[in-house]
């Protein structure tokens, strides 16, 4: 068997990853607030998309 270690190396590069893990905002709100933040620039998004698209067709 070539690969027996190929497990382990996959384990241990996965550890890793979660160790380092991913970059992390800390805007100081709460999940409520960063909820309301969200949708409202969603919204802002959709009334562009529907102004851009009323302006093709």
Known sequence: MTRGNQRDLARAKAQKKLNV???????GLTHQQRKERDAELMRKKQELAKQAKGVVA
């Open 21 to 27: 893990g991913g970059k992390k905002v800390e805007d």
